[in-house]
């Protein structure tokens, strides 16, 4: 390709190019500033104290997935629309403000209820609090708007900001196991501020004004989320149930070994994974099947490449951050870079042929199949081998079943 196409390429595409950058950007501040400080917390902390701070993290993520409904797909896709109207983006956002918030206070209650029923729970309410905590930052952070609007480098400096402010807090606080809940609570509270503050921009920089809605003035807003919420939490209690599972049949040690394995894959997942979520607000506006295509072969081949990646550095990657003690994280961390996979082309399905053509409940039943297939691998594999890998190799083939029912569908129905 001549130099002169490429800068054609790129003027064209300069919003997208941006746009991709920002939020790779986001996700690898939020990621990157965890491994960073990962080799002093997994010391200074311990694995079993680790462990259960990543535990009571899935529990809240739970709540974190209800919470967020799936607006964001039907959001992203509305403010991309109507960018320039002011009236439009005033009432999605404070509709979806709205709608978290309410689900928030039923989450609150379900939470509060389930805290005085466990045991487990009831032993640890105090991380297990500070965690749930984490709820009010998925209210306030509307990073589905920025999106919309390809501006997603206004949140990203707020995060990196407040990130770097809430380093010092964890070398002077963190000194032993028992500050486990003071790390949390920087953590939460880092995604507290982050949500205020970019709710505050866009009240006096985008000049919306941010109100409460009437209840029955949302059900349109709860029936175009509702497949996303359906395909989501299916995918949260997946991923979710992981961890939860590990921590109750093997301990928080374990937990805290598959949690190294997933942060060495994170990285290389976030930066693939992101290119979707950049694309997706340039090709609803203009859909062609050569494109999608070709971005499929694309991101199939960048998936595998990743994969070859994590074999020949993970090994020396575990070491380096949380050193011997940990290596049982490399096995795992192989067999999880297969989901990098999984989710780029499942990704590309689901972004660029589900939902421009409208066909919201192949990405529902995508993840059903996803969901039944992972506990048909697990819970036999757990029972008859009481092996951590197990869980880790059915996640990953109920990752394969995405890709192959994906695939069926988009023949049956002849969609690409």
Same mark, same amino acid.
């Given at each position: 390709?001549?130099?002169?196409?490429?800068?054609? /390429?790129?003027?064209?595409?300069?919003?997208?190019?941006?746009?991709?950058?920002?939020?790779?950007?986001?996700? /690898?501040?939020?990621?990157?500033?965890?491994i960073l400080i990962y080799p002093y917390l997994i010391r200074v902390l311990g694995a079993s104290s680790y462990g259960l701070y990543v535990f009571s993290l899935s529990i809240t993520t739970y709540f974190i997935g209800? /919470?967020?409904?799936?607006?964001?797909?039907?959001?992203?896709?509305?403010?991309?629309?109507?960018?320039?109207?002011?009236?439009?983006?005033?009432?999605?956002?404070?509709?979806?403000?709205?709608?978290?918030?309410?689900?928030?206070?039923?989450?609150?209650?379900?939470?509060?209820?389930?805290?005085?029923?466990?045991?487990?729970?009831?032993?640890?309410?105090?991380?297990?609090?500070?965690?749930?905590?984490?709820?009010?930052?998925?209210?306030?952070?509307?990073?589905?708007?920025?999106?919309?609007?390809?501006?997603?480098? %206004?949140?990203?400096?707020?995060?990196?900001?407040?990130?770097?402010?809430?380093?010092?807090?964890?070398?002077?606080?963190?000194?032993? &196991?028992?500050?486990?809940? #003071?790390?949390?609570?920087?953590?939460?509270?880092?995604?507290?501020?982050?949500?205020?503050?970019?709710?505050?921009? %866009?009240?006096?920089?985008?000049?919306?004004?941010?109100?409460?809605?009437?209840?029955?003035?949302?059900?349109?807003?709860?029936?175009?989320?509702? &497949?996303?919420?359906?395909?989501?939490?299916?995918?949260?209690?997946?991923?979710?149930?992981?961890?939860? #599972?590990?921590?109750?049949?093997?301990? *928080?040690?374990?937990?805290?070994?598959?949690?190294l394995a997933n942060k060495l894959i994170i990285i290389p997942r976030m930066l693939t994974t992101s290119i979707n979520g950049a694309l997706f607000p340039k090709i609803i506006e203009n859909t062609t099947k050569s494109? %999608?295509?070709?971005?499929?072969?694309?991101?199939?081949?960048?998936?595998?490449?990743?994969?070859?990646?994590?074999?020949?550095?993970?090994?020396?990657?575990?070491?380096?951050?949380?050193?011997? &003690? *940990?290596?049982?994280?490399?096995?795992?961390?192989? /067999?999880?870079?297969?989901?990098?996979?999984?989710?780029?082309?499942?990704?590309?399905?689901?972004?660029?042929?589900?939902?421009?053509?409208?066909?919201?409940?192949?990405?529902?039943?995508?993840?059903?199949?996803?969901? %039944?297939?992972?506990?048909?691998?697990?819970? &036999?594999?757990?029972?008859?081998?009481?092996? #951590?890998?197990?869980?880790?190799?059915?996640?990953?083939?109920?990752?394969?079943?995405?890709?192959?029912?994906?695939?069926?569908?988009?023949?049956?129905?002849?969609?690409?």
């Amino acid at each position: 390709m001549k130099t002169g196409n490429i800068r054609k /390429i790129v003027f064209r595409n300069t919003k997208v190019i941006e746009n991709y950058f920002f939020m790779t950007a986001l996700q /690898i501040i939020s990621s990157l500033f965890g491994i960073l400080i990962y080799p002093y917390l997994i010391r200074v902390l311990g694995a079993s104290s680790y462990g259960l701070y990543v535990f009571s993290l899935s529990i809240t993520t739970y709540f974190i997935g209800f /919470i967020s409904f799936g607006f964001n797909f039907p959001a992203v896709k509305a403010i991309a629309q109507n960018k320039n109207n002011l009236q439009v983006k005033t009432a999605v956002i404070s509709s979806i403000l709205t709608a978290k918030t309410y689900l928030a206070l039923i989450s609150t209650l379900i939470f509060f209820i389930l805290l005085y029923s466990i045991p487990f729970m009831r032993e640890n309410k105090l991380i297990i609090t500070v965690s749930y905590l984490q709820i009010i930052g998925e209210v306030l952070f509307p990073q589905w708007y920025f999106q919309g609007i390809q501006k997603m480098k %206004i949140v990203t400096y707020i995060q990196l900001g407040i990130r770097l402010l809430s380093l010092p807090f964890i070398f002077i606080f963190i000194k032993s &196991p028992a500050d486990c809940w #003071i790390y949390a609570l920087i953590t939460a509270l880092s995604v507290i501020f982050g949500g205020m503050l970019s709710i505050f921009y %866009i009240q006096r920089h985008d000049n919306v004004t941010i109100r409460f809605v009437s209840i029955s003035s949302l059900k349109n807003y709860f029936r175009d989320a509702m &497949p996303f919420f359906w395909s989501s939490s299916v995918g949260t209690i997946k991923q979710e149930s992981v961890t939860i #599972i590990i921590g109750s049949f093997f301990g *928080m040690r374990d937990v805290a070994l598959y949690d190294l394995a997933n942060k060495l894959i994170i990285i290389p997942r976030m930066l693939t994974t992101s290119i979707n979520g950049a694309l997706f607000p340039k090709i609803i506006e203009n859909t062609t099947k050569s494109v %999608i295509k070709k971005i499929i072969r694309y991101e199939t081949l960048l998936g595998f490449a990743v994969i070859a990646c994590i074999i020949l550095f993970g090994r020396f990657a575990i070491l380096l951050l949380g050193g011997a &003690p *940990m290596l049982g994280s490399y096995p795992m961390a192989i /067999i999880l870079s297969v989901t990098i996979l999984v989710w780029l082309v499942v990704g590309c399905y689901i972004s660029f042929i589900f939902v421009p053509a409208n066909r919201y409940y192949l990405v529902t039943r995508n993840q059903l199949v996803a969901f %039944i297939s992972f506990f048909l691998f697990c819970i &036999p594999s757990v029972l008859l081998f009481h092996n #951590i890998l197990t869980i880790v190799v059915a996640l990953t083939l109920s990752g394969l079943c995405e890709m192959v029912y994906c695939y069926y569908q988009i023949k049956k129905h002849n969609l690409l």
